[in-house]
């Protein structure tokens, strides 16, 4: 079978859509976040959704089964918020370790299927390694401008758990994603970086920022062109942006992204912006427009969807990826 490597130098690669979208479809309740083994649990679960890898991982891998029907080649791990520091708001910190685990192996059980049926289109896993709910770059209390709610060694103490749990549940590349602080995306590479040279093996890194506004920065304030510089000391397999805008609000810094950068270039966009009631409106047809303005400009080699995107969205922007060629790159990664 061909490595991500490989396929990614023939096609453009489709990434899935959100995993949060598709699990609200499901209600699940309290009772239903718990299962029999936490029914116990002394705090609200309801909302953890990297729990339901645990207590409902039958729901979790028909939403990769959708999103692989629907023409993915990379499903991204249900383990965005799987870190002690993120699992601290529910005192999960203990179960990292499985929940990424167990997270990897479904994702990879399923992925296996598919590549089975057809190994002319072999499918990839993706770790999922989310950017935490702290911020290393920032204080949180604007009367304290010094003080820092997380520090770099616990972010790397943090982040190579993840890793190691993901690594050993099979997934095929990590990404590092929704980054809004460089400096925890700096901690997130330091770690992979270990447990690689530890383990003597050598894993595709997938890095994607966020543009949080229409100032074109990331949220501790760095250009497109100081992000990638801050993160290009890394061999990585590529580099892009998700989440925070629509994929047109997004087109100007990937033009800029794809102009700069050696490396692959990767984009998952919202389904446009949130309405009123935080919710999102674009159909699949419209970001299939959108999309194959990105296409028809040569500015990407992996396409998905993040915040608002379902199975619909990710079989248009499939549909219309494979009509064209991927962004060539000048020095092969």
């Known amino acids: 079978m061909s490595t991500i490597k490989e396929e990614i130098q023939q096609r453009i690669l489709v990434l899935d859509g959100a995993m949060g979208t598709m699990l609200q479809r499901y209600n699940f309740s309290e009772e239903d976040f718990r299962g029999e083994r936490f029914k116990d649990y002394p705090t609200s679960l309801k909302g953890n959704n990297d729990l339901l890898s645990l207590t409902q991982p039958i729901a979790i891998a028909e939403v990769h089964r959708k999103y692989f029907e629907a023409g993915a080649d990379i499903v991204e791990t249900n383990t965005f918020s799987g870190t002690t520091i993120a699992m601290s708001d529910y005192n999960m910190e203990d179960l990292v370790y499985e929940l990424n685990y167990e997270s990897a192996k ?18 990839f896993v993706a770790g999922s390694i989310g950017p935490t709910n702290k911020t290393a770059s920032m204080s949180p209390d604007v009367n304290k401008p010094e003080y820092r709610a997380i520090t770099f060694e616990e972010l790397r103490v943090a982040y190579k758990q993840q890793v190691e749990g993901l690594l050993d549940g099979g997934v095929d590349v990590l990404l590092v994603e929704t980054i809004f602080d460089t400096l925890n995306a700096k901690a997130a590479l330091f770690a992979i970086e270990e447990v690689k040279e530890e383990r003597q093996i050598d894993i595709p890194i997938m890095v994607s920022g966020t543009i949080t506004d229409a100032s074109g920065r990331t949220l501790s304030g760095q250009t497109v062109e100081a992000f990638l510089t801050s993160i290009s000391h890394i061999p990585l397999l590529s580099v892009g942006f998700n989440c925070a805008l629509g994929a047109e609000q ?26 009123a009631f935080g919710e999102y409106d674009q159909s699949a047809l419209q970001m ?46």
Request: charged share 20%; with cysteine; proline share 8%.
């Open 106 to 123: 479904i994702a990879k059980q399923v992925a296996d299927e598919f590549t089975k049926a057809n190994p002319e289109k072999p499918r």
């Open 250 to 275: 997004l087109k100007p810094y990937l033009q800029r992204l794809s102009h700069e950068t050696e490396f692959y270039t990767s984009a998952h966009p919202n389904a446009g912006l949130p309405n």
């Open 288 to 333: 299939q427009v959108l999309i194959e303005d990105y296409l028809q400009d040569g500015l990407i080699n992996i396409i998905g969807g993040c915040c608002g995107t379902n199975p619909d969205h990710i079989k248009a922007i499939a549909e219309v990826a494979q009509n064209y060629k991927p962004r060539s790159i000048k020095v092969q990664v």
